[in-house]
């Protein structure tokens, strides 16, 4: 069996990095760390002419058609620049949510927008502190008006419209609806997160319109479904930022000297960065089981994906933290780029459930497989 990804698929990833290199470079985060801004729109709109917003969304609603393996290797390198923007929301959450669940008239209205990258989608579905579940909800809508408050939503000032998931009396206690947040009622609020390069924001609705979204009362269940979808998205863009964190502390601490020697040559630097290395390489394993799941729409997805996103989070945090501890004193300014990585993974080990949520659904998956 092949896990290679083929020469279409590497030029893209050569193309994907060349482009992000010149485009976002560290400077450019930077840029947007230091001012007010939820992400760089200048490079939002390159990228989406370059068509990776339109990666998997078909051909007849404007998008290229390709396969999700293609979508995974921008993913990877998306999380290796850590770029400022608002990707991950509207191409695995808001994008993948409209595919699974979206009646013809709501893709023919938002697929295109979207894979122009004229429209920014998000999902809102915590509503705070503890696990979101069906009877935990306290946004509800009644005659096809919205009421609720949800916190903190990726990307909520930025958006155009938002998967809300709110409380119902049918099916599994949850239905999805979708929101234009232009409308009036609607009120966003900036939450800062650790990671000022990805806005966030508390969103209040006030008895605004809400459009179902696939079948009422079956919203938890497409919740969880569009869940695994994007834990292997993320996972993959996890990945990216481990390696990135890896090489930068490689790097340093071969140029960096100490009693005469690079610090590279001391026992303790050698055994960081040779654990970064085995959990980066665990990790992309797993996501390679992730991104065949997800790309054959495999019956073991639930299984995958939490293991991918399991393994992410961990290689991901690992490297950034050690990627600091490396760099020493130094690690912890302001002036050092270190600081992109950490933020950027402790902010995607929580966007979706942090790792003890998905070790549960981990063993969960494990134990299905198991009875059958």
């Given amino acids: 069996m092949n896990f290679e990804f083929s020469d279409e698929q590497e030029l893209l990833r050569e193309q994907a990095r060349g482009f992000l290199g010149e485009h976002c470079p560290p400077s450019a985060v930077r840029a947007v760390l230091d001012s007010e801004a939820d992400h760089d729109s200048d490079l939002w709109r390159k990228v989406s002419e370059m068509g990776w917003t339109a990666t998997v969304i078909p051909e007849e609603f404007g998008g290229l058609g390709l396969s999700y393996l293609e979508l995974v290797v921008i993913a990877e390198e998306m999380g290796r620049s ?16 409209l595919l699974a669940n979206g009646s013809t008239a709501q ?41 609720g408050r949800k916190l903190p939503v990726p990307d909520g000032r930025a958006a155009d419209f938002a998967v809300v998931v709110a409380s119902s009396d049918q099916g599994d206690g949850a239905t999805l609806y ?33 459009e179902p979204l696939g079948g009422a009362g079956a919203g938890w269940a497409a919740l969880n ?16 930022i481990a390696e990135s964190a890896l090489y930068q502390a490689r790097d340093y601490a071969m140029g960096r000297y ?16 040779a654990e970064m290395y085995v ?22 997805l639930p299984l995958a994906a939490a293991t991918a996103r399991v393994g992410g989070i961990q290689a991901a945090l690992y490297a950034a933290e050690e990627n600091i501890q490396t760099h020493g004193g130094m690690g912890f300014t302001w002036e050092f780029d270190c600081q992109f990585y950490y933020r950027r993974a402790k902010l995607l080990s929580v966007n979706i459930g942090s790792e003890g949520f998905w070790q549960d659904r981990l063993i969960t998956a494990i134990e299905q497989n198991n009875a059958a």
């Fill in 82 to 97: 850590a770029a400022p923007l608002p990707f991950s929301s509207s191409v695995y959450l808001a994008t993948e949510a």
């Fill in 107 to 147: 893709k023919e209205k938002w697929l295109p927008l979207l894979a122009s990258g004229e429209a920014i989608g998000t999902l809102a579905f915590a509503e705070g502190e503890g696990r979101p579940s069906p009877k935990s909800l306290k946004t509800t809508v009644t005659d096809g008006k919205l009421s």
């Fill in 279 to 300: 959990k980066n390489t665990l990790a992309r394993s797993n996501c390679y089981y992730g991104a065949w799941a997800l790309n054959t729409n495999s019956a073991e």
């Fill in 225 to 240: 479904q569009l869940l695994d979808r994007a834990a292997v998205l993320f996972a993959w863009e996890q990945v990216g």
């Fill in 258 to 273: 100490a009693f005469g020697r690079a610090i590279a040559s001391y026992q303790a630097i050698k055994h960081k960065l």
């Fill in 178 to 210: 979708l929101v234009d947040l232009q409308q009036d009622g609607v009120s966003r609020v900036a939450v800062r997160t650790l990671d000022f390069t990805r806005g966030h924001a508390v969103i209040e609705f006030a008895n605004v319109d809400a």
